[in-house]
């Protein structure tokens, strides 16, 4: 069974601090891993990772993905109160999973003023 | 992108009735899915809306109990049936576009379901 870990599962940092999120997963016929940002009910699309050692970059935010050790991390710079969400890693499959996504917990992230 | 709506944005509903939840994407898309998010949760899957046949359902989850239709590529309905309170969720429906060799999803907006 396909299994996503995210860590840590809540964090509390002050503005302009530096935050690493970090999502390690288990999966067979692995294709892709996303990351997703939640503030009320909908996940927004923050990135998809494919290849390893490739970082991808939007603003303050940044992601890479390790497939050889099975983990991403997603991070944060300067933070801002705006950033405070849940983050969601998530893995897709191919095959007969093949659009499948499996998600993490979750990491609860608050930034204080 | 794609730009998906979903209907209602969220109900109050008595159990043992039904709810049908619409998602209307403003594009043709080649997968739809339907997500659930208990409260505290992550997101779990339900089921894949197949256009034109039936739906293909997780491990957990049944059509008695969630119905789904999906009759093109832009629309798909999802219904919770019978409904008890511990179906009070949010349902998200999630699109992957056509023609795209990866595998980026987007979500639509949710659907608060409470089950008194």
């Known amino acids: 069974e396909d299994k996503v870990v995210q860590s840590p599962l809540s964090l509390v940092v002050h503005e302009g601090d530096t935050v690493t999120l970090n999502c390690s997963y288990e999966?067979?016929?692995?294709?892709?891993l996303l990351w997703y940002k939640q503030e009320k009910k909908a996940p927004t699309f923050l990135f998809m990772l494919?290849?390893?050692?490739i970082e991808k970059k939007s603003g303050r935010l940044s992601s890479i993905l390790d497939k050889k050790e099975l983990f991403s991390i997603l991070n944060i710079t300067a933070t801002q109160t705006g950033d405070s969400a849940v983050y969601l890693c998530?893995?897709?499959?191919?095959?007969?999973?093949?659009?499948?996504?499996?998600f993490g917990q979750g990491t609860i992230l608050t930034v204080h003023p | 992108s794609a730009v998906i709506s979903q209907k209602p944005s969220r109900d109050i509903c008595q159990r043992g009735t039904s709810l049908t939840i619409q998602c209307q994407v403003d594009?043709?898309?080649?997968?739809m899915f339907w997500y659930r998010q208990q409260p505290g949760q992550s997101l779990t899957l339900i089921a894949t809306?197949?256009?034109?046949?039936?739906?293909?359902?997780e491990s957990g989850f049944v059509i008695d109990k969630f119905p789904i239709s999906r009759p093109n590529l832009t629309f798909s309905t999802l219904t919770v049936s019978n409904m008890s309170p511990e179906d009070s969720s949010i349902y998200l429906c999630?699109?992957?576009?056509?023609?795209?060799?990866?595998?980026?999803?987007?979500f639509g907006p949710g659907t608060r379901l409470t089950v008194l």
């Open positions: 999630s699109v992957k576009r056509t023609g795209t060799s990866n595998n980026e999803q987007f």
């Open positions: 999966v067979t016929n692995f294709r892709s």
């Open positions: 494919t290849s390893s050692g």
């Open positions: 998530a893995v897709s499959a191919g095959g007969t999973s093949y659009g499948k996504l499996t």
């Open positions: 594009s043709q898309v080649t997968m």
């Open positions: 809306a197949n256009q034109g046949s039936e739906a293909t359902y």
